[in-house]
Structures are given as C-alpha cells and as structure tokens.
C-alpha cells in the first residue's frame, strides 16, 4: 500500500499548526506554508477550502493517509448506518497503528506504523503487520516477546508518550493492553468537524 514519505514538518506548515501538538515542531515559529510568498498568504477560505483542510488535517493526524485510502474508509463508515462523522472516527481510531500509537508503545503515529509492518506487534497472540487492520472491542493487543528490548517500546511502555484513551486498558509498564470498548465521539482525543468531511466528499 502507498505511504506519504515526504517531509512531515512540511504538513504542518501547510496548515498553520502541528496536529500531532509537538512543541517543538517548525510550524510553530512559521505557521505559514513553505515558500518565498507563504508568509504573505492572506486568503479567506471558501466554503470549499474550509472543507478541504479538514479533511486534510484528518488524513495527516492519522498517518499522511494517502486520498484512496481515506475515501475507502469515508464510504465503510457511511455504509456502517448511523453517524457517519462517528463512524469515521471510530474506523480510524480502531486501526492497529493508531491502536500501538494510543498504548503509548511509540512516541508518533509513523513509528507505531513501523513498529507494525516490521512485525513487532501481535493481536490475540497473532502476527499482525497490516497497519489498517480494526482492532475490535475486547481483542488484546501486545509486543512481541523478542521485540520488548528495543529502547523505542522500552521507553514507551515505562512512559507513555500521550495518555491513554478511556476505551483502551494497559497496565504501567505492561507491553498489552487490550481494546475494552468501541470509540466513540466523547472518548476519541482528536476532535475534528466530521460535518466538513462529509461535505467534503458528499460532492
């Protein structure tokens, strides 16, 4: 599957802030976009360009996302009934990268992707290397045995890196934890106008 490889600091500055909220990020000394004229950049944003940064915000809090995939996800949750905006987030927060993420066993969303395709990460005592793959409600989620030496998830596990979600369980210093409830609007950390995608993409 295709992955943005580029640059992720240039995201950030693409949309004014650093979604991941690192303090340290470029984007916070020049929340501007990159180039001679991006300082001067002064557009109001049509209701379009307002709809369009949402979803690209979204696409790149959860990994740079490439746009196939996203519509892929937009069309599972709208077939799902119900909320589609909830069911959007649910889909995203419940894939197995952003799930290694939230446990805290790697600092970034890019690095618990890696910790995945390189097959340190088990589900139900599986292998699991399909970043994409939905951990469901009461499926655990754990480092392989061999892998809990590496100095990334050591630290990861002793420190979680961003607090722990209400709908996942991990004990201190523990290498799983287990999905104990579906996310929902009032437990999922990143906040988004879902309205602004829906819109987006009901064009």
Not at 64 to 92: P, S
Not at 117 to 126: A, F, M, P, R
Not at 127 to 140: C, D, E, H, L, Y
Request: positive net charge.
């Amino acid at each position: 599957m295709a992955r943005y490889l580029g640059p992720k600091h240039k995201l950030s500055r693409r949309i004014g802030k650093c979604i991941w909220g690192k303090p340290n990020s470029p984007a916070a000394k020049r929340p501007y976009p990159s180039g001679q004229h991006g300082p001067n950049l002064r557009r109001k944003l049509s209701v379009y360009g307002t709809q369009l940064l949402e979803k690209q915000k979204l696409r790149m809090y959860y990994g740079a996302l490439m746009e196939k995939q996203m519509r892929r996800i937009f069309d599972k949750a709208r077939r799902l009934g119900g909320n589609t905006g909830t069911n959007l987030m649910m889909l995203l927060e419940s894939r197995l990268d952003c799930v290694v993420w939230r446990m805290g066993f790697a600092p970034t969303i890019f690095a618990a992707r890696q910790l995945v395709t390189h097959c340190h990460i088990l589900v139900d005592g599986e292998k699991v290397n399909i970043p994409s793959f939905q951990v469901k409600a009461g499926m655990t989620v754990a480092v392989r045995p061999k892998s809990r030496k590496i100095p990334m998830i050591m630290e990861g596990a002793e420190h979680p890196p961003v607090q722990i979600p209400e709908y996942l369980d991990r004990a201190p210093k523990a290498f799983e934890g287990k999905m104990t409830a579906t996310p929902n609007a009032a437990t999922i950390p990143y906040q988004v106008d879902t309205n602004s995608i829906i819109g987006f993409y009901s064009r």
